[in-house]
């Protein structure tokens, strides 16, 4: 493989949208790669200086400063397990130290109050709790639950909680609870079963008790503003027709709204006195985050498939440049529609030069609760530079179409997704885009789930596969994953493996490893959380005792790597793989 631009992709330095202090707008927080590992960075903007905070060996995910910027606090797990305890050390540097008494956990949610009091959202084998950590005081456990639950805010007066909950034994459709901090219910909203609720974030101004929620009570995801104190509810109803989100501008006065809509994101500022929705001019691409400063203006990071990612602002600045060389560009994405079993589905297609049928890899998405973007892809993008056209198709199960668009798999989890997931690798290799006798699927996470389950399930339409994290023997993946993960997998087939063991037999790609053809590559961490090693294991196993062609690639970190040259080599292993596999190298 030729070493320059799909390298160099990787190893430019990125940096994320920066994350401020509330009382102290000066001070922000932002991840960056520029050690060629993803840190924490702190960033006075009055000076310009930045500083790595975090420095460890397989990087670091989480980080956020108090309301006074004095203080970093980060998340500090073992080798990428996702199971650590919140550290906290000084804005200007110096010794973390343990922020709070609580035990390792995996994290459910932070909110740090101006007066010192700090929530602190936990899951573990206890299941999911929050506790309250005041200044000079003991922790106390407000509320714990066995099914999972996290924290979703604090007021400004520091008097009301948010918690996102599945007491009801739903986590993929929450409700939500207000508590005080003595732990007392405040209020309650659920919208019953299939319609989720969650906190989207309370008022800015003290003594506004407003809170801000999602729900999907007309069938995709919209907006309230909830007062739990008198009850009252406001829907916000605009006139687009994707899904929206939305934050508050700093003075209470207006919502900054993003609308996501076939794959692309744009804003708008809403004006809850005159409910006027007025467009923020943004390019046309994926808003990978925005954030409205104290002066009006609104920040955000744009990516789109043909440029690297940028922090712009609305006064046309670009907010922050991470140093170095800015990574080469790639090839913009066209939409496919597709008519599928369960209706028309979208696909993103990017085709390398010259004329088709291309090799092709059906490179599908994880969550299942995501959807592939016009985003800027270096994995994409290094498929398509070795000759590759990449096919992302958001499947049945994926978000941003609508709430029976996401939850159609929950009739048959996996295979559903495969129903459109063939139907748009027909429709390539009947329109001439793919060569049929070179298709490679693969995917992360759930995509390597899918990916696993497609090559036995659909052993003739597949030449390789690669998957990467895999959920692989679907009952023992139940067994070790972490607990919000079980919670998720309940809701999804309605019940544990004993409960309903048909259901996770049906959907297992263990189940279907004699039928499988397509040589296989597959990446496993060995600290992963979500798709834990011994079921993969379990998978390997059984390709070997069955002597079907595949080989595996270890690293020693978690669900994915933070590092770029880990990162590097993995991808090397998957495209060399690919090209061996269809003896193209």
Request: proline share 7%; net charge negative.
């Amino acid at each position: 493989m030729s070493d320059d631009r799909w390298k160099k992709r990787f190893r430019a330095a990125r940096v994320s949208l920066p994350g401020w202090a509330r009382e102290a707008p000066q001070r922000a927080v932002f991840r960056s790669n520029a050690s060629g590992t993803w840190e924490i960075y702190t960033w006075d903007r009055d000076t310009g200086e930045q500083r790595q905070a975090t420095d460890r060996p397989n990087g670091t995910v989480a980080g956020a400063l108090e309301p006074w910027g004095r203080e970093l606090w980060w998340f500090a797990d073992t080798d990428g397990d996702e199971f650590g305890v919140w550290l906290k050390q000084p804005f200007e540097g110096g010794e973390a130290v343990p922020a709070t008494p609580l035990e390792p956990s995996y994290p459910a949610g932070l909110a740090i109050g101006r007066s010192g009091r700090v929530l602190v959202g936990r899951s573990g084998a206890h299941g999911s709790s929050v506790h309250l950590v005041d200044p000079g005081a003991e922790a106390v456990t407000l509320y714990e639950h066995a099914e999972n639950a996290y924290l979703g805010g604090l007021s400004r007066d520091e008097d009301l909680i948010a918690i996102g909950h599945s007491e009801h034994g739903d986590s993929r459709h929450p409700a939500l609870r207000i508590l005080r901090p003595d732990g007392t219910v405040v209020a309650d909203l659920w919208d019953g079963p299939g319609k989720g609720v969650g906190p989207s974030g309370f008022s800015p101004v003290v003594g506004d008790p407003r809170l801000l929620v999602d729900h999907e009570r007309r069938g995709k995801e919209e907006l309230l503003l909830w007062n739990p104190l008198t009850g009252e509810e406001r829907e916000l109803v605009f006139d687009l027709p994707g899904e929206v989100g939305a934050s508050w501008f700093p003075d209470g006065r207006s919502l900054l709204v993003s609308h996501g809509y076939e794959a692309r994101d744009e804003l708008f500022r809403y004006d809850l006195a005159t409910g006027e929705l007025i467009r923020i001019d943004t390019p046309r691409g994926v808003i990978g985050g925005a954030t409205a400063r104290p002066d009006g203006t609104v920040e955000f990071a744009f990516t789109c498939a043909a440029e690297p990612p940028v922090i712009r602002s609305t006064t046309g600045a670009v907010v922050l440049t991470p140093p170095g060389e800015a990574a080469p560009g790639s090839v913009a994405v066209e939409d496919a529609w597709v008519e599928g079993p369960g209706g028309r589905i979208h696909a993103l297609v990017s085709k390398p030069e010259g004329e088709g049928p291309f090799p092709a890899v059906f490179d599908v998405h994880g969550g299942p609760t995501a959807q592939d973007v016009d985003a800027f892809n270096p994995n994409t993008a290094a498929w398509v530079d070795h000759g590759f056209a990449v096919v992302q198709v958001n499947y049945r199960g994926s978000t941003g179409y609508g709430s029976a668009w996401r939850d159609a798999l929950e009739e048959k989890v996996g295979l559903i997704e495969l129903e459109d997931v063939k139907a748009v690798r027909d429709w390539a290799v009947e329109t001439g885009l793919a060569d049929p006798s070179r298709l490679v699927l693969a995917g992360g996470s759930w995509g390597g789930y899918l990916t696993l389950l497609g090559i036995g399930t659909q052993p003739g339409d597949w030449s390789a596969a690669v998957a990467a994290v895999p959920v692989a023997d679907y009952v023992a993946a139940y067994e070790d994953e972490m607990e919000a993960l079980q919670a998720f997998d309940r809701s999804l087939f309605g019940g544990s493996p004993q409960e309903v063991p048909d259901k996770y037999r049906e959907s297992s790609p263990i189940t279907y490893v004699e039928a499988v053809e397509a040589p296989v590559l597959i990446l496993a961490g060995e600290n992963d959380p979500r798709c834990p090693i011994r079921q993969i294991n379990n998978y390997l196993d059984a390709l070997g005792k069955l002597g079907k062609p595949h080989e595996v690639y270890r690293y020693d970190a978690g669900h994915g790597s933070l590092v770029i040259e880990e990162r590097l080599k993995q991808v090397e292993a998957e495209i060399g793989f690919a090209m061996k596999s269809l003896n193209m190298s």
